[in-house]
């Protein structure tokens, strides 16, 4: 038994309870699916590859600065324009192309801050357009992060715009403490070490309040986490926190589930197999991934280039030849290809290490 058996739709972008279903197997056969952030199609293809061979589903995001550079950087972006343009165009993209790797994708969307709510109506106005015309959202899910907010604040207009997707079965993931580092755009290099950490009490409250308006919800708990990468030691992760979350919502709720409530790992570039493996025990479902496949993708341009260089001088003459053409050197889909591989291994190394590989 794997995955698609459980599935209603086997491949393409998955939807509804099929994305319950899969979190739901996740959590039960204790596995992780990365979440990729995709920039371009070039990097949506590199990452659809390596699950595809890993036999594998995956979770395909864009962030607002990612679904921005999909529009393309000559567009305005002052309004959010570029990014509702940009994350529409992309979604329309992996809908057509998932099919052909014939693996289920959650297409989802990375980190909203409020001063990005706007960029996320967009994207919601899309999803209640293409609901109405097949019955289903555009994207599989989205994540709202009101992590900087107060929790009142962050928990309550979650809990808005979960009710705006539910009529659609449409998953939301929220955040609370926050993730440090950079992303985006985002700093949180400096925030209160204590903010790193989220308590019991507070995912208690998050499952209590939207629990009763849609069942389509995961947390991104804080527990050490930190986006980009570090020397080992500087940051303090403690996965052992999402335990003590789980334990205490089961007593509260009186749930017989060990695991009721679908946990997210945020910043997981740099992190060790062991600490990957034990956040997994505790049910998360979903790592997010982006730095390492950042430098994993620049890793295989900048090698062919260095490599190539006496061949990529000159449109005419290299090594082999004064009147030798280097044509078959410089065409993009040559270059950008080698990325793509390097990147396609960084993804495929992933799915072994959240243990989601031969898992369809």
Same mark, same amino acid.
């Given at each position: 038994?794997?995955?698609?058996?459980?599935?209603?739709?086997?491949?393409?972008?998955?939807?509804? @309870?099929?994305?319950?279903?899969? +979190? /739901?197997?996740?959590? %039960?056969?204790? $596995?992780?699916?990365?979440?990729?952030?995709?920039?371009?199609?070039?990097?949506?293809?590199?990452?659809?590859?390596?699950?595809?061979?890993?036999?594998?589903?995956?979770?395909?995001?864009?962030?607002?600065?990612?679904?921005?550079?999909?529009?393309?950087?000559?567009?305005?972006?002052?309004?959010?324009?570029?990014?509702?343009?940009?994350?529409?165009?992309?979604?329309?993209?992996?809908?057509?192309?998932?099919?052909?790797?014939?693996?289920?994708?959650?297409?989802?969307?990375?980190?909203?801050?409020?001063?990005?709510?706007?960029?996320?109506?967009?994207?919601? @106005?899309?999803?209640?357009?293409? +609901? /109405?015309?097949?019955? %289903?959202?555009? $994207?599989?899910s989205h994540m709202i992060d009101l992590s900087e907010e107060d929790k009142e604040t962050n928990i309550s207009t979650t809990a808005k715009y979960l009710e705006r997707a539910a009529p659609m079965k449409q998953w939301l993931e929220m955040e609370i403490g926050i993730t440090g580092g950079e992303e985006d755009g985002v700093n949180n290099e400096d925030v209160d070490n204590s903010a790193l950490y989220t308590q019991p009490e507070d995912i208690y409250k998050i499952h209590e309040t939207l629990s009763k308006i849609s069942p389509y919800f995961s947390?991104?708990?804080?527990?050490?986490?930190?986006?980009?990468?570090?020397?080992?030691?500087?940051?303090?992760?403690?996965?052992?926190?999402?335990?003590?979350?789980?334990?205490?919502?089961?007593?509260?709720?009186?749930?017989?589930?060990?695991?009721p409530v679908f946990l997210v790992f945020h910043g997981g570039s740099g992190s060790t197999k062991e600490e990957y493996d034990e956040a997994i025990g505790y049910g998360v479902v979903k790592v997010n991934l982006d730095t390492d496949l950042q430098f994993a993708y620049l890793t295989g341009i900048r090698d062919y280039v260095l490599s190539k260089k006496d061949y990529l001088q000159t449109r005419v003459g290299n090594p082999d030849g004064g009147d030798k053409p280097n044509k078959k050197h410089f065409d993009p889909r040559v270059w950008v290809r080698e990325g793509e591989k390097t990147m396609s291994t960084r993804v495929k190394e992933a799915l072994d290490d959240f243990n989601a590989a031969n898992q369809l």
């Open positions: 038994m794997g995955v698609t058996d459980v599935l209603s739709r086997k491949e393409g972008v998955i939807v509804g @309870d099929d994305v319950v279903k899969l +979190f /739901k197997y996740c959590q %039960e056969h204790r $596995f992780a699916i990365p979440a990729i952030n995709v920039t371009s199609s070039s990097t949506v293809v590199a990452s659809l590859e390596a699950a595809r061979d890993k036999k594998s589903p995956v979770i395909l995001q864009m962030s607002q600065g990612g679904a921005a550079y999909f529009a393309g950087k000559g567009v305005a972006n002052d309004k959010q324009q570029a990014s509702i343009a940009g994350g529409v165009a992309g979604a329309h993209y992996i809908r057509s192309l998932a099919p052909s790797y014939g693996i289920p994708v959650v297409l989802h969307t990375d980190h909203c801050a409020k001063k990005l709510l706007p960029w996320l109506d967009g994207l919601l @106005d899309a999803d209640e357009a293409h +609901f /109405k015309a097949h019955g %289903e959202p555009l $994207f599989s947390i991104a708990a804080a527990f050490g986490n930190v986006h980009g990468v570090y020397k080992p030691g500087n940051v303090k992760l403690h996965p052992e926190l999402l335990s003590k979350h789980q334990q205490y919502v089961k007593e509260k709720t009186g749930t017989s589930e060990d695991k």
